[in-house]
């Protein structure tokens, strides 16, 4: 295992930190360092619209469907200097997710219709898998979707919960039961729905934070043609667990991970406690160096990861260590964030986040702003892309040889 970077790999991440400091706009950069999750839509769209341009907006897709086809270990630099930069999060939806499946299971006219839409990002996407009672226990899900007497379209019935950023889509992926006979898995098909559709009607669900991106999507009668079904019918738990395979990449949050480590140091070296820089307290220099260590033998775990998949072989069970330890630095990061600003994380101040005009005389130094909005909303990241007990199913099972 090699995990040294070679002069190319040095010369490719000099372009990067030269393309970020001369292209991200300020604005986009100050939104992004300030809501720390999600920035307003337009922005979204306009930064999109710059990595396109550059060629950079699918750094794992194929060069023939139009994307960077670079290695895990670019993509890693990639994912650091982007981090670096501070530049916000693109949807992940078109490009991690149903862009993949589209390139690979889909029609000739699937891939015309879509793929250039979520390249140029003009089209949203969001993801219908979960249920109300189908989590982690996906493949019981209940949203029926049934032939009608055409036998052209679906008509889709049923319930999606939890679907993020529904109220920002133009299209969803959604999985729908087509057979109720045999085992779950094997009656389940994967459909392409327009959200335009009559019938389909979406309901804000308002996380923890008090912020806005999570959802409940209905569907009463909504007619899909058949032409907008991903493969076959019935064999749509293919596609899905294809899917979550691109959705669990990148799952460690390494490159995040780092930037909060060194915003914690900033903060804590401006912060004072008993009149002294807060970073020079025993007690708490100690805990930041624990997550410090934490943080740096997952990065080791995730290169010798990303080696082992340049050299052919698959992540296998290593993305659910990945995950779990992953989402645990994360959450131990925003805790110490939390206590490095004190009571200055109480005050909810939704307006300070996008510099929206509020009479609200501000509380707290500016590096305060967002951070427990961030800190609540990530509780979440144990549980999103497979909750982290399931993870450790895998993991026990692939220990025990089950
Ligand atoms: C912020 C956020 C964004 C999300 N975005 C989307 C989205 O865009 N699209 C989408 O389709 N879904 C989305 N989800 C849903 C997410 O995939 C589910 O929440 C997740 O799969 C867990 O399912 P559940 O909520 O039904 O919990 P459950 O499956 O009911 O689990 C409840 C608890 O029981 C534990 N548990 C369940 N089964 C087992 C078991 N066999 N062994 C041990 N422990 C177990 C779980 O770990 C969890 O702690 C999102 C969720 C969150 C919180």
Redesign the pocket.
């Known amino acids: 295992m090699d995990m040294t970077f070679s002069p190319e790999d040095e010369a490719f991440r000099e372009e990067v930190r030269t393309f970020m400091a001369e292209k991200l706009p300020p604005e986009i950069r100050e939104a992004s360092i300030r809501s720390h999750s999600y920035v307003p839509k337009e922005y979204t769209r306009r930064w999109h619209k710059i990595l396109f341009e550059q060629g950079w907006v699918a750094p794992s897709w194929p060069k023939e469907h139009g994307g960077c086809e670079w290695s895990p270990v670019q993509k890693h630099i990639y994912d650091e200097e982007y981090q670096n930069a501070q530049a916000p999060r693109l949807s992940s939806?078109g490009i991690t997710m149903i862009g993949p499946v589209l390139y690979t299971f889909g029609t000739e006219a699937q891939k015309q219709h879509h793929i250039p839409s979520i390249l140029n990002g003009e089209i949203f996407w969001?993801?219908?898998?979960?249920e109300?009672?189908?989590?982690?226990?996906?493949a019981s899900l209940q949203t029926r979707a049934m032939l009608d007497d055409s036998r052209e379209n679906y008509i889709v019935n049923g319930q999606?919960?939890?679907?993020?950023?529904?109220h920002h889509a133009d299209w969803i992926f959604a999985l729908v039961r087509t057979s109720t006979e045999g085992k779950k898995q094997e009656g389940i098909s994967f459909l392409l729905i327009d959200m335009s559709t009559p019938g389909l009607e979406v309901k804000p669900i308002i996380?923890i934070d008090g912020g806005h991106?999570?959802n409940e999507v209905y569907f009463t009668d909504v007619k899909v043609p058949v032409a907008n079904r991903i493969g076959e019918e019935n064999l749509g738990w293919t596609y899905a667990k294809y899917l979550l395979g691109h959705e669990r990449t990148g799952i460690a949050g390494v490159a995040k991970s780092k930037r909060k480590l060194e915003k914690l140091k900033e903060i804590a070296g401006l912060e004072q406690d008993s009149g002294e820089p807060l970073i020079d307290d025993p007690n708490f220099k100690s805990k930041v160096a624990s997550v410090g260590i934490k943080l740096q033998a997952l990065e080791i775990t995730n290169l010798r990861t990303l080696s082992a998949v340049s050299s052919g072989k698959s992540p296998g069970d290593a993305s659910s260590i990945l995950k779990i330890r992953g989402t645990e630095v994360e959450q131990e990061l925003n805790e110490l964030l939390m206590q490095s600003i004190g009571y200055y994380a109480h005050p909810y101040q939704p307006g300070r986040l996008f510099n929206q005009q509020s009479n609200m005389i501000p509380v707290g130094s500016d590096h305060s702003v967002g951070l427990m909005e961030e800190h609540l909303?990530r509780r979440?990241a144990s549980?999103?892309?497979?909750?982290?007990?399931?993870q450790?199913?895998i993991i026990a099972k692939a220990i025990m040889g089950l």
């Open positions: 939806f969001c993801q219908g898998y979960s109300p009672g189908s989590g982690s226990d996906l999606k919960i939890w679907t993020s950023h529904a996380s991106y999570l909303l979440a549980i999103y892309g497979g909750s982290n007990e399931i450790k199913n």
